[in-house]
């Protein structure tokens, strides 16, 4: 089992930054590939960005070159540098950890918001 906090949600002006931390407890955080999900109303949730356990990293189309995903497994957390944001960043932002196996398991934490608006 594995318990996903995540902080640093809020209200931005287009073309600014935000910084998302996602804090992780109850496992070994190493061998997970932690990733990032967003769901905006209405839609349905997508991919934003994932770091595999090895650090490789993968990117939806439409944040690449805006966002970036980094983790330090000494603390447990999972960052997302969102930079140059736009109105459709607007959503909320879900941490995820996956583990693959014979089967795969995802834990998730609660959501944070963040809003993108002048």
């Known amino acids: 089992q594995v318990q996903l906090v995540e902080f640093g949600g809020g209200l931005v002006q287009p073309g600014g930054s935000l910084r998302l931390s996602c804090v992780a407890s109850g496992s070994i955080f190493s061998i997970y590939a932690m990733g990032w999900y967003r769901q905006a109303p209405g839609k349905e949730r997508e991919l934003v960005a994932r770091i595999h356990a090895g650090g490789n990293t993968n990117y939806a189309d439409s944040v690449k070159g805006r966002f970036t995903i980094a983790r330090d497994n000494a603390k447990n957390t999972v960052y997302l540098q969102m930079n140059s944001l736009k109105p459709e960043d607007t959503a909320v932002y879900y941490c995820?950890?996956?583990?693959?196996?014979?089967?795969?398991?995802?834990?998730w934490g609660q959501g944070t918001q963040v809003t993108v608006s002048s």
């Open positions: 995820n950890a996956r583990r693959t196996l014979t089967t795969t398991f995802d834990y």
